[in-house]
C-alpha cells in the first residue's frame, strides 16, 4: 500500500518549471549539413562551459541556454566564421571563464608554467636519489 | 635536522592541503556570471515587439536616451514575479525601464504584465537568447544600466529587492 502510494505521489508530482517551455533554437539538437563544418562546431562545443550548470560543456547540457549556445555556435561556424572567432565572441561576452580551453595570460601563467615546474623539480629529486644509490 | 624537517613535510603539505579547503568552504566562489561588456557600447540588435501593440526594442531606442534601466525578464521565471513590485517602483520614481522578454510566448508576456505590472515603455521577445548571449547575460531576471551614451554602466545579476534600490538609484544618478 505505502509503495503504491509513494508512486502515485511520484507519479502525479510535477517537475518544478525553470523553463521556458519554447521550442528549442533550430540548431541546438541538429546537427550541420556540411560534416566538415559540423566537426568544427562540435569540437568548439565540447571546449565552451555551460553558463547555468557550470560544470558542463554546452555539449553535454540539456539547459535551454546551453541548446542556444549550441544553435549560435552552429550557426555561425555555417556562416563562415571560424572556430576561434566564435570562442572570441562569447569569451568578449562572458570572459575567459567560458572557454575550457584557457590562453595564455598572466592570469593564466601559472597553469601553464606549473606542470615543467613540478616535471623540473621531479627530475631534481630523482636525479639526487639516483646520485646517492650509485654512491652506495 | 635536516631530516626532521623532511620527515615533517608531508604534515606540513597536508596542513595546507588542510588550510586550502577550509578556506574555500568557509568562502565559496561566487557563481555568478558579470559580463564583460560593463563600460562597452550596448551591442547592435533588433527585437520584435514581445507583445502585439506594444513598441519593440533595439539597441538604437538604448542610445542617447538618458540612463535606462534594461530588465531582462520571462514570464516562466518564477524570480521575476519577485521583483516586479521593486521595478514598479523604480517606474514610479521616473525611472524609464525598457524589458527584454526571454523565450517568451506573446500570450504569456501580456498575462504577466497585467498580473505583476508593466512597469516597461518597450519591450523586446528574445525568442532564442540571443540578444541575452549579446548583452553577457546568462539568466533571468538580469538588470542592465545604459547611460546617455549608450555605454553599458552596471550589471545586476539576479532579482532586484528593494535592499538593492538606493545602488540601482546611486547607479543610474551616476549614468546620468
Not at chain 1, 565552451?48 to 560543456?57: H, M, P, Y
Given at each position: 500500500m505505502r509503495v503504491w502510494l509513494a508512486s502515485l505521489t511520484l507519479a502525479l508530482a510535477s517537475p518544478a518549471l525553470a523553463d521556458s517551455a519554447q521550442p528549442a533554437s533550430p540548431y541546438a539538437y541538429q546537427q550541420l549539413e556540411d560534416p566538415r563544418q559540423e566537426a568544427q562546431a562540435k569540437a568548439l562545443m565540447a571546449e565552451?562551459?555551460?553558463?547555468?550548470?557550470?560544470?558542463?560543456?554546452i555539449a553535454d547540457s540539456d539547459a535551454e541556454l546551453a541548446g542556444d549556445m549550441r544553435s549560435l555556435v552552429r550557426e555561425r561556424i555555417k556562416a563562415g566564421e571560424s572556430p576561434e572567432q566564435v570562442r572570441s565572441w562569447l569569451i568578449s561576452r562572458?570572459?575567459?571563464?567560458?572557454?575550457?580551453?584557457p590562453g595564455l595570460s598572466p592570469e593564466t601563467l601559472f597553469l601553464w608554467v606549473a606542470p615543467l615546474l613540478l616535471v623540473l623539480a621531479g627530475g631534481m629529486l630523482a636525479a639526487g636519489q639516483f646520485k646517492r644509490r650509485r654512491r652506495s | 635536522m635536516n631530516r626532521r624537517l623532511w620527515l615533517a613535510l608531508p604534515l606540513i603539505v597536508f596542513a595546507l592541503f588542510v588550510l586550502a579547503v577550509g578556506w574555500r568552504l568557509s568562502d565559496p566562489p561566487d557563481p555568478t556570471v558579470k559580463s564583460r561588456l560593463v563600460g562597452q557600447p550596448v551591442p547592435q540588435f533588433t527585437l520584435p515587439p514581445a507583445i502585439p501593440g506594444k513598441a519593440p526594442l533595439s539597441s538604437a531606442d538604448l542610445a542617447g536616451k538618458g540612463p535606462r534601466l534594461v530588465n531582462l525578464f520571462a514570464?516562466?521565471?518564477?524570480?521575476c514575479i519577485g521583483e516586479a513590485p521593486v521595478l514598479m517602483q523604480l517606474r514610479r520614481q521616473g525611472v524609464q525601464i525598457d524589458g527584454i522578454a526571454i523565450r517568451d510566448a506573446p500570450a504569456d508576456v501580456a498575462e504577466f504584465l497585467s498580473r505583476h505590472g508593466d512597469p516597461f515603455v518597450r519591450v523586446g521577445g528574445d525568442m532564442r537568447s540571443q540578444v541575452q548571449m549579446a548583452l553577457g547575460s546568462s539568466g533571468v531576471p538580469e538588470s542592465f544600466i545604459i547611460d546617455g551614451s549608450g555605454v553599458i554602466r552596471y550589471q545586476h545579476v539576479g532579482p532586484l529587492t528593494d535592499a538593492d534600490l538606493p545602488t540601482i538609484l546611486t547607479e543610474l544618478e551616476k549614468a546620468r
Open positions: 565552451l562551459r555551460c553558463l547555468v550548470c557550470q560544470g558542463q560543456s562572458y570572459g575567459e571563464w567560458v572557454s575550457y580551453k | 514570464s516562466w521565471c518564477v524570480p
